[in-house]
Structures are given as structure tokens and as C-alpha cells.
């Protein structure tokens, strides 16, 4: 267990894409451990393994709701609703920025989990928005680039607890 150094804007590593995991061994379920970690001490909804400096397609998720708390390896989104939302976003990457973006309402989702097994996943609301969040990441795509025009905020700590953070 252990807490990692998250990467924030300006980092380029950010931009970059992440490459798919072959075999799933004591390291990665590793850092799978620290990337929750790191998620729950900065008070993250998710994280991809890009934002603690590791080019693998790696994401946790934790809702903090006792059901929606999973890691999953080489996540692919298979369908997409037609029907969207403007939602307010932010990253733990951005930290104390906010901006409404554009989401699928409903998202399916297939991944390995951390013992391998192929797994399915459908997402409605806040999951299916952490999950598109996340695995742009792995694209190296944020939110920042997202954000609808006139939507974007910039919110000094003392007024940002309680907001979604990514
Ligand atoms: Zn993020």
C-alpha cells in the first residue's frame, strides 16, 4: 500500500496514450492497490494509471456508494447511448477545476478484472461518466480539452469540498 505522486496539467505525460496490459502480475495488482490509494486520499471518484505516471490501461473507480468500486484492465467502451448530458466534470490531474462537458448517459463497458476474467460492464449517470472520463485518459484525452465554452471554472480550495474530482 502506498500513495503515488499524481501527475497534473502541464505534464505531457498526460497527452500520451497508454498501452495495453499482456499479463496481469504481482506488480500490477500493485499498482492497482496504490492507484486506490491515491484515488481515496485525494478524495477521487477514479483514476487511470497515466495519472500516477504509468502508460498502462489500468483504471479504478470507487463511487463510494458500497457496489460501484472496481479496477479494471484494458477497458473498452463496446456501446455508447445516443442520448448525452452536459455535466459538470473535474480531475484529480486539474486540481480545483470544474467545466461542464459532454457525456453518453448510458455506457458498456468490457475489461479484464485484476484475476483476468473477461467482465461487462453497464453504466448509467455518474459511472457511466466516470468511465468515459477514465478511459480518455488511457487515449490521452482530459476533461480540460472537453469543457463546453463559458463552463469553465476555477474554484480556490476552501469552497471545492463536496465536487466531483476524476
Ligand atoms: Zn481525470
Redesign the pocket.
Known amino acids: 500500500m502506498a500513495i503515488r505522486n499524481l501527475r497534473y496539467e502541464g505534464d505531457e505525460i498526460l497527452s500520451k496514450k497508454s498501452r495495453e496490459i499482456e499479463v496481469i502480475d504481482d506488480r500490477i495488482k500493485e499498482l492497482a492497490e496504490d492507484m486506490f490509494d491515491t484515488m481515496h486520499k485525494f478524495d477521487g471518484l ?1 483514476l ?1 494509471g497515466v ?1 500516477v505516471g504509468v502508460l498502462k490501461r489500468i483504471i479504478v473507480i470507487d463511487l463510494y456508494d458500497d457496489v460501484s468500486k472496481f479496477c479494471l484492465i484494458n477497458p473498452v467502451i463496446v456501446e455508447k447511448s445516443d442520448e448525452t448530458v452536459e455535466i459538470e466534470e473535474g ?3 486539474y486540481p480545483n477545476q470544474f467545466g461542464k462537458v459532454v457525456r453518453s448517459v448510458k455506457v458498456k463497458v468490457k475489461a479484464l478484472d485484476l484475476d483476468g476474467k473477461k467482465v461487462t460492464l453497464e453504466g448509467e449517470g455518474l459511472l457511466a461518466q466516470a468511465l468515459q ?2 478511459i480518455d ?1 488511457l487515449e490521452g484525452e ?2 480540460k480539452s472537453k469543457i463546453l465554452p463559458g463552463t469553465y471554472e476555477y474554484i480556490t480550495p476552501e469552497d471545492a469540498t463536496g465536487s466531483n474530482k ?1
Open positions: 477514479g487511470a495519472q480531475c484529480l490531474s472520463h477514465e485518459h482530459t476533461f476524476k
